[in-house]
Structures are given as C-alpha cells and as structure tokens.
C-alpha cells in the first residue's frame, strides 16, 4: 500500500509538472515537509522547481504580518496592565505569574475559535456573582469583592492587552489567527497567482477553518485529507465514528467538500496485524520494544527497510529508558542508525536540575542562613561534582560529610567558609563565591550562573574525561536562556525579584530540549504521537498504551467554567481526546504490523489499564488483531539487577552465625524483633551487620523526633511522682510550661531548627496540644484506680533461655503504675494512630494471632510485659495498654486472657530459633509493606 504523503508528491508531479514556482503546500507540520520533500526528490528523475512549503501556522503568522510575541513578555504585559486595573491592590509579580499563563490560554482559545469574549466574560462575571450571593443579603466580605472584581475585569485584560500587542506589530497566536481572518480579503492579495495544496488536514480550530475555506474558495485550491472509511462514517457498521473522525468531518461539511479523495477502508478490512502486550513496569516496556526490534532486524535489510520502522512513545519521559534498550546492530552486525524526533529536555539534564536547585537554594536564604539541605543536593550535583573534583576528590564528600556533622537545619555562609578555609583551590573559591551570594537580583544571578559556567567549561577543557555526556550542548541550551533572558529583565520597569524570575526561567526551561543528533530521512524513527501525523510506517511499536496516557486525561486550567466553555464552542478535554483517537488510528491505517504495549503495573508513574482505544479496536474491530479470540499477552520481562530490585538472599554462614550470636549477647528489644517479623533482610541490615541509616538533615520535624521529644516531656513532668502518687495540682501548673519544656527537647533532638514558622509550626503546636490534652486528662480522670508511679522509660536488660539458645532480652518501658489494689500495669505511650484491632487478641490460637506482623503493637506490649515478669520474677500478669496521644484514649488488654505468657514464651521460642536456624536464610517478605521507604531499600536496588 502506497504511504499517504507519497501519493501527494505523485499528484503535485502530475498537476504541476517540475514547475512549483507558484505553488504553496501546506502541512501540519515540520516532519511532513520534509517526508514529502523527500518522496518528490525520489519521484522525479530531472530538476524539480519545489513548491514553497509552509506548516499551518508558518503561514497564518507570516500572512498576518503580525509578530507572534514569546508567551513571557506577553505576561509582562498583562502584569503592567494588573498594576492599572487593581492599582494599589496590585499583587506581587512572582504572585501574579501563576495566573498570566491561565488567563493567555484562555484568551488564546477565544480568539482561535472566534468567539465573543465580552459576552464569555458577561457570562461568567454574572456566574461568580452567582456563586457568591446569599440568602440572608449579607454585605460582601473584602475577599469575595475582590474575586468579584477580578472576573469583571478579565474583558478589560483581554481587550487592553491586545489593543497594546496591537500597536506594537505583535500578538499571541490567537490573536494573530484572528487578525488574519477579519483581514484575508486584503491580506490574501500577497498570495495571488498561487495555487495550494493543504495537505492532511485534522481538527482545525474555526479560526483555521474559516482562513483556508477563504483560500478554497478564491484560490485554486486541492485538499488532500488523510482518513478512512471507519471513522469518517462510511462503512455500512458504522454510521459515525464520533471521535476519531469527528474533526474531519466538521472540515467536509464546513467546505462543502464532495468527492473527499483517498478515503481507504484499510481498517475495516486489515486482519492479523495488531498484538497487544502488557508488560509490567515503564522499564519492561522499553526492554519488550528493544528485544522485539532485535526479532525485526533479524529479517530486515538494515537501510532503507529500517526507514518502515517506528517507536511511538505515547509517555515521551520513556525516551532516555528506551534509548539504552535499542539494539545497536541487526541481525548481520550491521549498525542500526536511529533518528529520534524528540529532543532531551533540558530541565531534567544535570545544567537544568543545577539552575533549579540553586535558585531554591537561593531564595530559602532567610536571616543570613542558608538551608543546608538545599546545599547539600547542590554538593551532589554532577555540574558541581565535576567542578569539585578538580579541586579535589576528597574535598565534596568532605563537606557533604562536614555539613551532615553539624546536624543543622540551617547555616550561615559564614560557617560554611570555615568548612572550606583548608581548601586552597580557587575554582572552588570562585564556585562558592557565586553560590552563597546572597541575592534577590534576577540580573545579578544570571551573571553569577554565567561565572559558573565558564569555569565548567575551563574545567572541561582541562580535563575531558570527567565530562558526564551532552554537557557541551547543556550549556549551549543555557548560554541562550541567559541570552534571552536578559532583555527580558532589561525592558521591565524596576528590579524583578528572584522569586518571579524562578518562574519564568522554569518556563524558559521547559520549552528548551537538546536536540539529538539523527538523520531525519534514514534509521528507525523514534517519534511522539505529535509528530506521526500524515507519516505511514509498516512495522510500528506503541509504547505506554495506556488509559490516562493515550490519550492523556487531566484536568484543564481556566478561569471560565467547563459549562460556559460547552456553550461557546471553546476546548474541553473531549477535544484532546478526540484528536489523539484521530492519530491513532490513522497510523494503524496503511501498518502491515503494529505492536501495542501497556503497563500492567499501577505505581505513581501510571499504568495498569489498557488505552479505551484498545477497548474500542477490540470490540469494534476484532479480525484486525493475530489472536482475536485472545488480543492480549501478559509478558515478563527478566529485566537485569542493576535496573530493578535484586532478590537477595543472605546465607547465615559461620561468619554470619557469629554475628547473630554477638546480637544476641547486646539484646534483641521489641522494635528489632519486630523489624525481623516484618523483613527478614532488614533485620539482616540494620542488626546483624550494624549498617546505619545514611546521615541526612530534615528541614522539617520528623516523626520519630516529634514522639521522642514528647517522650521526654513527659518523663521531666512525671519523674517527680515516682514511687508516690500522681498529684493533679502540681500537674495543672505544668500545663502553661508544656510549650518551654517542648521547645528545650526540640532544640536537643532538632537543632538549628526552624519552628517558629511553616510546617515545623504547626508539628510544634500538635506536639504541645498532645501534651497538655493528656495532664487535662490525668487531672480530670477521677476513675482510674492506677494513680500510683513505680517506674517511668525504665530499662530492663536480661538474660534468658530460649529454646537451646541463650540470649539477652531488652526494653524500655514508658510507664509502670500501681493501682489502689496492688495490680501492675504497664503502659506505651503512642504519637500515632492506635486502633482497637491493633490490640485484638481473641482466646484461643493466641499464638498463631501475635505471628500476624501487623500486630506490632500488641507484640511490643507482650513482649514489655515478659520482660517485666522475668526481671521481678513474677507469675502475676501486669495489665497492659497504650495511650494514644493523637487519639486521647486508651487501648487496653485485660490479664485473664494471657495467664503467665506462655504462649508467648513459645512464639519467641520460636522467633530465636528461626533467626539463628541456617536452613533459613535472610530474604525480604514477600508482602513487605514497607520496602519502598526501608533505609536499605537503595542497598536492595543495587
């Protein structure tokens, strides 16, 4: 089957001969041009005189006579006009550029699709009003008048901004294709004596529709429309494909078209050329597509075939994952030339994260500190490790090292010199100099970012090798960010803060890709769904076909509502969809074999529903699939350790056993029994090998922080009553102390710490209510006949036997009590949430239910309680409970149901037993709830 854009070139030869000198052809876009370029080059064996090429918006722009403004300058813009319109209630820039963005794409759509912005912004002023009247008619509050005025004054932003675009020679896109279409009368003479060809059009916006129906009906005009019987309507099965072809449609009617050429009923008719694959996790999809282009290759000459072949990537975040995964010879050993369409975007290169993280690190500066977690990502950067290097290998991992020492939150520039005064290289001098320059100035920090990168380009140049791959074009990508930033700043009235600079260089950055070298016309194209239109493969491969990917789902930002949009003709999310069922089946369409992978796998990344356009071939067209009594294949990768997590089974070896034994000997506590009930592997980690948590500063109060300090507050109240009576007098007048005392613990468990402001805050404040909730508590409980302290985080150490092993037993327990009656009971106070069934245990097959590793807390408070019996050599059963701080409550076990413990005598039998057998060895839990946030889950990864 001839591919579409080479019948073009067959038609343009035959209607125009060699001789294109007045013929414009119009495409979609960019790869178009050049795919038909190519097939005219090959269709003609004498010199051809090419048509002039334009894309669709090259020629309304260039047509207009308008500039097409950079979105940036055009938020600039509009902020000038807010500073007018709301004069002294003007907001800050940084502020007002999370809202200019919204508003120019909603701008952008009215004048695209030609609609009445004064009667939109009626509408939708009388719909706020709405939303804020009353019934009891009371006054508006400042805040609901001020939301009021903003929506009354989005005509006066719409009508003012282009009146002042106007008058400059420029506009946004919207307002350039409306320009266009009230002047093509006039504009359209500078096109006279042409003749055109639009070349396959799909889902014009009315702007659009109705510029090139002018040009129809003026010019000597053919329209080629790349579709087919299936979505267009044709068949006898399908009166109307309403998605798909629903744009195409609307353009036949709209122009009156009647003889559409090349309608195929490729679709309706193909059979045995779709397989659809899922495979689990985004690495498996990359590692399936490469293991089935190595099958391909096999019976592919490398060359002109491999120009048939295409990797759609649905997700393009899987294009540096694929490009590690793409076989590099065919089946001869010849090398397989790619050319990938897509370009690596700069924001997630090493010199985008670099900009990014210094400039958090630059605006968290508050009161001569900087945050010393912002600087330690900065410190493992590669742009600043390979700076450091140079410097030195130790000196980076020495100040990583020295700053986790200090344990502070934050630190002053001072202090951080005086980490560096050993050091007595002056690129690092140089470096630290422009980092810590403490600076609100937009101007000043690109001056200092383009310090740094000329020593990054000196450091380069003087060594080669430690140069990390593409940063040459990295930094031609930032040079010209700087470039184009700076006029930007230059033009604005006063200083732009670092803050609203952050958020247009962010903008900057995300339109920003490196391009990636390839020959358009030659190898596998590696491709976006974008740039597939009017393109024709033979063996195609999709990747990420999954719902809320293909096609992409989220929700819209815009200031007018789903129902006024509805009412207008504006875009709603219907119309993404609608296009993207348009390029998928039109790729399907001329195909000889298609491959179609979905993530079987549900994580933050997506997956695990197939694309409804699957759905829909599946019931609608079922002959077009190999198998179409069965699709769909579940496939499993066998992806290599060092992509995944490893299974990893530890051994208990001589070696091994010694240091279990060692363990045993210093202790086994509740919370380190408890870590092997959950993870063998871990307790393997963390006990058996000692390895420590990786030293990192928390910027904000973590959880075990916030219970220890708690902890500690309440043993300075309570440590007065040991060996007496609770008094609730004294305990009243410890309640306004209860924030000093919290403060005096945070400032040892968290220091350098921020808690007056933020997050921290508000933990603080929690932490302070828990506290004086539970003496309101203590001091109004009139019940309980436990008034009486004996021992408060007292610590017991003992040796028991254990099946045939002698091991030493070790806790400490919170509170121990002594009622009016002489009955012990031991309590555990808990920061977090405690509910009924984490203390269930129904009589009968106790020990079958305190094997459950869900049930920790209740493992923790036998195992408190054994411990207790054995150190006072007791057959008495002490009461047991745990106070929930969060919950205000108690979560108590009655003692009849336990007796003397033996049945947890047998489980830690049991417990020690397997921990030291050697036919068992450590292996993570199958189950594991907890793996992906285990401190030695990065261990497990390698």
């Not at 019976?299 to 793409?326: F, H, K, Q, R």
């Not at 074009?473 to 040079?479: G, R």
């Not at 071939?617 to 079922?622: A, F, S, Y």
């Not at 002959?623 to 290599?640: A, C, G, M, R, W």
Request: with cysteine.
């Amino acid at each position: 089957m001839k591919k579409f854009l080479e019948k073009i070139a067959e038609e343009i030869i035959r209607d125009y001969g060699t001789d294109n000198s007045s013929h414009i052809v119009i495409v979609p876009n960019k790869r178009s041009e050049i795919f038909l370029k190519n097939h005219l080059k090959e269709k003609t064996t004498t010199t051809l005189w090419l048509p002039e090429f334009f894309t669709i918006d090259e020629f309304i722009t260039a047509g207009s006579g308008l500039i097409n403004l950079d979105p940036i300058l055009i938020y600039f813009e509009l902020y000038e006009l807010h500073k007018i319109i709301q004069n002294d209630e003007a907001m800050p820039l940084e502020d007002f550029l999370s809202w200019a963005p919204i508003m120019l794409a909603d701008f952008n759509d009215i004048d695209l699709q030609l609609a009445e912005a004064e009667y939109i912004f009626k509408n939708l002023t009388e719909a706020k009003a709405i939303e804020q009247w009353n019934l009891e008619g009371k006054p508006l509050t400042e805040l609901q008048k001020n939301y009021l005025f903003f929506y009354r004054s989005l005509y006066t932003y719409y009508s003012e901004l282009k009146s002042r675009l106007a008058t400059k020679g420029a506009g946004y896109k919207g307002m350039i294709y409306r320009h266009f279409c009230s002047n093509i009368s006039t504009l359209a003479t500078a096109w006279e004596g042409n003749t055109f060809t639009f070349v396959g059009f799909n889902a014009l916006t009315k702007s659009e529709l109705a510029i090139f129906g002018y040009l129809k009906e003026n010019f000597t005009t053919k329209i080629y429309l790349d579709t087919d019987m299936y979505y267009l309507g044709k068949t006898p099965s399908n009166t109307r494909q309403s998605g798909a072809g629903r744009f195409v449609n609307e353009m036949i009617t709209d122009w009156g078209l009647k003889n559409v050429n090349w309608v195929d009923d490729a679709l309706a008719s193909a059979k045995n050329k779709v397989d659809v694959f899922g495979v689990t996790k985004q690495v498996g999809q990359v590692k399936f597509a490469g293991k089935k282009l190595e099958k391909w290759l096999e019976n592919t000459e490398t060359g002109a075939d491999c120009m048939d072949i295409a990797v759609v990537l649905a997700d393009e975040n899987l294009l540096i994952p694929l490009l590690y995964s793409l076989p590099k010879n065919d089946g001869g050993n010849k090398k397989v030339a790619y050319n990938i369409t897509m370009g690596y975007p700069l924001m997630q290169s090493a010199m985008g994260r670099f900009t990014q993280q210094w400039l958090n690190f630059s605006i968290r500066f508050r009161g001569n500190k900087f945050g010393t977690t912002d600087l330690i990502q900065l410190m493992n950067n590669p742009v600043v490790i390979l700076l450091l290097n140079e410097a030195g290998s130790d000196l980076r991992s020495t100040l990583v090292r020295d700053l986790l020492e200090t344990g502070k939150v934050y630190i002053s520039s001072e202090e951080i010199s005086s980490l560096l005064s050993d050091s007595k290289n002056d690129s690092a001098k140089v470096l630290f100099n422009n980092l810590l320059t403490a600076t609100t100035d937009a101007a000043f920090f690109l001056n200092s970012l383009a310090g740094i990168m000329r020593l990054i380009i000196e450091a380069t140049q003087r060594d080669k090798d430690n140069a990390f791959p593409m940063l040459q074009e990295q930094l031609d990508k930032t040079f010209s960010l700087i470039q184009k930033s700076r006029p930007m700043l230059e033009n604005q009235k006063g200083s732009i803060s670092l803050k609203a600079f952050q958020k247009i260089w962010l903008q900057l950055m995300r339109r920003s890709e490196i391009n990636l070298k390839g020959e358009p016309l030659e190898g596998i194209q590696i491709m976006g769904m974008l740039e597939t239109r009017n393109l024709d493969f033979k063996n195609i491969i999709i990747l990420s076909a999954n719902e809320g990917i293909l096609p992409k789902t989220g929700a819209m930002e815009s200031f007018i509502p789903f129902d006024i949009r509805h009412d207008n003709k504006l875009p709603l999310p219907k119309e993404k969809n609608d296009i993207y069922a348009y390029y998928f089946l039109r790729l399907l369409q001329r195909s000889e074999q298609v491959t179609l992978v979905y993530n079987t796998d549900s994580d933050k990344f997506g997956g695990g529903e197939k694309s409804r356009f699957i759905l829909q071939l599946e019931q609608e067209l079922p002959q077009i699939f190999t198998n179409p009594e069965q699709p769909e294949k579940l496939v499993h990768i066998s992806i290599p350790s060092s992509e995944t997590q490893n299974s990893i089974s530890i051994a208990k070896s001589k070696s091994v056993l010694e240091e279990i034994k060692n363990k045993a000997k210093s202790g086994f506590s509740a919370s380190s029994l408890n870590v092997y009930r959950n993870c063998p592997l871990k307790f393997y980690f963390s006990e058996v090998l000692k390895l420590k948590e990786k030293k990192k500063i928390e910027p904000e109060i973590e959880f075990n922080v916030f219970g220890n300090a708690i902890h500690a507050v309440l043993e300075t109240i309570y440590k007065q009553f040991i060996g007496k009576n609770i008094d609730p007098g004294v305990l009243k007048k410890y309640i306004p102390m209860a924030g000093k005392l919290l403060n005096e613990e945070l400032a040892k468990k968290y220091k350098g710490g921020n808690i007056q402001t933020g997050k921290n805050h508000l933990i603080y404040e929690v932490a302070k209510k828990y506290i004086t909730q539970f003496l309101n508590y203590e001091i109004e409980d009139k019940t309980t006949p436990y008034k009486h302290i004996i021992g408060l985080e007292q610590k017991i150490l003992i040796k028991d036997k254990l099946g045939a092993h002698e091991v030493v037993l070790k806790g400490y327990l919170d509170r121990i009590e002594l009622s009016e009656s002489g009955e012990i009971r031991i309590i555990d106070y808990k920061t977090g949430k405690v509910t009924p069934n984490d203390l269930k245990l129904k009589n009968g097959n106790e020990k079958e239910q305190i094997a459950d590793k869900t049930k920790d807390k209740l493992f923790q408070l036998l195992f408190y309680a054994y411990l207790y019996q054995l150190e006072q050599k007791s057959d008495v059963a002490p009461r047991l409970g745990i106070y929930s701080l969060r919950m205000l409550s108690y979560g108590l076990i009655e003692p009849n149901i336990f007796g003397d413990y033996e049945f947890f005598r047998e489980y830690l039998n049991e417990l020690i037993a397997e921990i030291f057998d050697t036919s068992i060895n450590f292996e993570q839990t199958k189950d594991n709830r907890i793996c992906s946030y285990c401190d030695y889950s990065n261990i497990c990864n390698k």
